[in-house]
């Protein structure tokens, strides 16, 4: 996929989960014309927020897109709650996916509340 390629979109339907094998994507949120980082995406990750939307069969909160030329395997959310049981790897990886993406997700609400901390002062 090229650079700057829409890869999901806010209130779309969650059909397909991306694993990126080359490349780089960027996850984030919009509001009032105000964007958010949440997380990149780099070779052998995956998205925790399609992945829980897909299990659901729910609706994206985020946006995806590429930052660069990108290679992305795309596994159907339908197949998803039976292949997490079938097989053990495709959990680990929502696992580790999940641990991760929590642990960015903390980082940038600690850098948000210190810049903001900081720059009062």
């Known amino acids: 996929m090229p650079d700057h390629q829409e890869i999901l979109r806010k209130g779309q339907y969650v059909k397909v989960i991306p694993v990126v094998l080359k490349g780089l994507l960027r996850v984030f949120t919009t509001d ?17 927020m399609s ?3 897909g299990i659901k069969n729910g609706t994206s909160e985020i946006y995806a897109q590429t930052l660069e030329e990108t290679e992305i395997l795309l596994l159907p959310a339908d ?11 495709l959990n680990l990886l929502f ?8 642990a ?4 940038t609400i600690e850098n948000m509340v210190f810049i903001k901390w900081t720059s009062a002062f």
Request: net charge negative; charged share 30%; aromatic share 14%.
């Open 51 to 53: 992945f829980a939307a």
């Open 95 to 102: 696992n580790s996916q999940y641990e991760m993406r929590y």
């Open 32 to 48: 009032d014309d105000k964007e958010l980082l949440l997380y990149h995406i780099k070779a052998s990750e995956s998205c925790v």
């Open 79 to 89: 197949k998803l709650k039976k292949w997490l049981q079938q097989y053990p790897e």
């Open 104 to 107: 960015d997700l903390l980082n």
